[in-house]
């Protein structure tokens, strides 16, 4: 019997931050590298999934040292000489298809040795020919146990002879990879000719990178022709970084398409080497989230339940197939329909992930058509219809991804009350790439249901109102302007005919004075201060004389003193309302009112700036006069609260802003 996880959803808009694995495909190229060089190289930021540790067991058989430390994601190989230390060893592959390959052509360069290899069962069906028939071509000599040109098999290394030799990887483009990475440990120059087309082309364009980091000579004097030089590194590195996992990071940026909110994932701006990015621009394409780039992370925004604008048209994922199950699996709550092509060769994958989408896909959707190179979906207009016995079970197939895709689906709230609707068979199948993935997923969920307070503070014209607000309609936060608080107050106070008065007559004034709370009609995340059960329209809170008046009456501390308390009330207001949080904006919130908010940011803006977007906004404001006495005065004066974060936004966007503001709170979750 199986075991079975219930996918909870999420209940709030989506708030946290995610720290990526590292690529898997990187770390297995970068040990067989390390391999081939020769000497001593530490692979620091490793991933530790079953995949990596079959590559690291395979060279540990091969006589590489290999020292790994989980904790500290960092993997040590050395070795004297580049050839492989053993001439004879048993290995196994499990389903890594790139140990699977990369180990293959690495032995067959051995000359003299004789390797068992075995595999998982999934592996005796994925394709190795191609490599196979380039390798007897070069000098080896398979013997099978089973069918021909499959797992389980028995090399006798021929080296490689080098020169011209053909290769078809047109089932994978690991095979290709294989045969150039070990090209190096050939007799002389060899020059590699693809006899046909290959899939997953930027995994090719990642192999000749990092081949050229390693200090490896591949060049490609004509499409499709690749030719290597005999020789090992003169310069060898000590260490190397591996980056973040872009398709991991894949199920992370699509689920606040599901969900709404953003989340932050950690590091991965850093990327560079893997095709997989591309699939941020599906879904820019798609009109499914939006991103930036934020210091060294990515934010993906989603707006909850987005029209589908993908219907129609079909998108090819032949450079970025290992993504596909993500955006095929989450379109079954998105509403639209999608056609995804150019995805037989993945058929050889983990397990025929095409039939598998199509069947587990159909258990949540309409309908669902196949075939041999494209899938077809067709969900439901608007779940939870068509779904009536829950949770409904997807079977996973030993398939990591068909896992992760399936279990980012279950965290749309389709019931709207946090039932779990999506159970996943043998979780545990992710530690082939990300052993904590769930793990993760649950954290993401826990901390955007977590009820956040954030603290904007900085002087006037520096952006604090427009920023808030967009922060508080992605994150699903109460906005509070208490700018607006203090000009209430001044409009009420020169309406009484106080616009000179003293702070004994005022605090005589304010001693039975009653403030209620409502919502901005205009903006429904918006909560306002009313005087006598009414709002005060906006325009009246900005004349000359509330402008000439306000700052006055905001540095008198028993004004400071009747609104403190009515303002640390709106955290519990918000609560009430059902908000993520509270967003509130002004001078003294991250020092005074809340000085213990999950997020303070300062805001601050160049004088010229600052009087240039006031004109912008049609607005002529004493800036530099008002920020003076609110910088001067005794109480709670405008300043930076210690260990606020502070953002100089003179050179930035306002779209810059709200995304590092918003990436600010993912990361303080
Ligand atoms: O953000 P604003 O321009 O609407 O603010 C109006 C005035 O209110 C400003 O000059 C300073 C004062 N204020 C304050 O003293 N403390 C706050 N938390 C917010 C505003």
């Given at each position: 019997m199986s075991s079975f996880k219930d996918i909870k959803p999420f209940a709030k808009p989506a708030c946290a931050s995610v720290t990526l694995p590292g690529s898997k495909s990187i770390t297995n190229r970068a040990m067989i590298l390390a391999a081939v060089a020769g000497g001593e190289l530490e692979i620091k930021n490793a991933l530790f999934s079953r995949d990596t540790i079959i590559m690291a067991d395979c060279l540990k058989r091969l006589g590489y040292v290999v020292e790994s430390d989980r904790e500290a994601r960092s993997i040590k190989i050395s070795a004297e000489g580049s050839a492989a230390p053993n001439l004879q060893a048993e290995l196994f592959v499990g389903n890594a298809g790139t140990a699977a390959r990369f180990v293959t052509a690495f032995c067959a360069a051995n000359k003299g040795g004789e390797y068992f290899f075995d595999s998982d069962e999934a592996m005796y069906k994925r394709p190795m020919k191609g490599l196979m028939d380039a390798l007897r071509e070069q000098g080896s000599e398979f013997e099978f146990v089973g069918q021909r040109d499959c797992f389980p098999f028995k090399m006798r290394a021929g080296g490689l002879a080098g020169g011209e030799v053909c290769i078809d990887a047109s089932a994978s483009s690991q095979l290709l990879s294989a045969l150039l990475m070990a090209a190096p440990l050939a007799e002389k120059k060899t020059l590699v000719r693809l006899s046909k087309g290959t899939v997953s082309r930027p995994f090719v364009e990642m192999t000749v990178n990092m081949m050229t980091d390693f200090g490896f000579q591949c060049s490609r004097p004509a499409d499709g022709v690749f030719e290597i030089v005999p020789r090992r590194p003169e310069r060898r590195m000590s260490a190397y970084f591996v980056e973040p996992d872009a398709t991991a990071a894949s199920y992370f940026a699509i689920l606040p398409a599901l969900t709404g909110g953003a989340v932050l994932l950690e590091n991965f701006a850093n990327c560079s080497l893997q095709g997989d990015l591309g699939f941020l621009d599906v879904l820019h394409g798609c009109s499914l989230v939006g991103t930036s780039k934020i210091l060294n992370g990515v934010l993906a925004v989603g707006a909850k339940r987005p029209a589908g604008n993908y219907a129609g048209g079909g998108i090819n994922f032949s450079d970025i197939s290992d993504t596909f199950l993500t955006l095929a699996a989450a379109s079954a709550a998105l509403g639209g329909n999608l056609r995804i092509e150019g995805i037989s060769h993945t058929r050889a994958q983990e397990t025929d992930r095409v039939a598998a989408m199509a069947a587990e896909l159909r258990k949540v959707c309409l309908a669902v058509s196949e075939e041999e190179d494209a899938l077809e979906i067709c969900p439901h207009k608007a779940l939870p219809e068509g779904i009536s016995d829950t949770p409904v079970r997807i079977k996973t197939y030993s398939d990591h991804r068909i896992a992760m895709s399936f279990g980012i689906l279950g965290c749309a709230d389709i019931f709207g009350d946090g039932t779990p609707w999506i159970s996943i068979e043998d979780p545990q199948c992710v530690s082939k790439t990300w052993d904590n993935f769930f793990d993760t997923l649950d954290a993401a969920r826990v901390a955007s249901e977590k009820f956040t307070t954030v603290a904007v503070d900085g002087g006037a014209a520096v952006g604090k109102s427009s920023v808030s607000k967009a922060v508080s309609d992605m994150l699903h936060l109460m906005h509070v302007d208490t700018g607006a608080h203090y000009r209430t107050l001044t409009y009420a106070l020169i309406n009484a005919?106080?616009?000179?008065?003293d702070e004994a007559a005022v605090e005589g004034y304010l001693s039975d004075f009653k403030l209620g709370t409502a919502f901005d009609p205009q903006r429904a995340n918006s909560a306002r201060m009313t005087l006598c059960g009414e709002l005060v329209k906006d325009e009246d809170l900005r004349t000359k004389a509330v402008n000439d008046r306000v700052s006055v009456f905001a540095s008198m501390p028993s004004v400071r003193n009747f609104l403190k308390g009515y303002q640390r009330s709106m955290a519990s207001y918000a609560r009430e309302h059902g908000f993520s949080g509270l967003i509130m904006e002004g001078r003294d919130i991250g020092s005074v009112i809340f000085p213990d908010a999950d997020v303070r940011i300062f805001l601050d803006a160049d004088e010229q700036t600052r009087a240039q977007r006031r004109a912008k906004e049609g607005i002529s404001d004493s800036i530099s006069a008002r920020d003076r006495m609110d910088r001067s005065r005794k109480t709670a004066p405008l300043v930076c609260p210690e260990g606020a974060v502070r953002i100089d936004t003179s050179n930035m966007t306002k779209e810059d802003v709200i995304s590092r503001t918003a990436a600010e709170i993912c990361r303080a979750k």
């Open positions: 005919g106080l616009a000179d008065a």
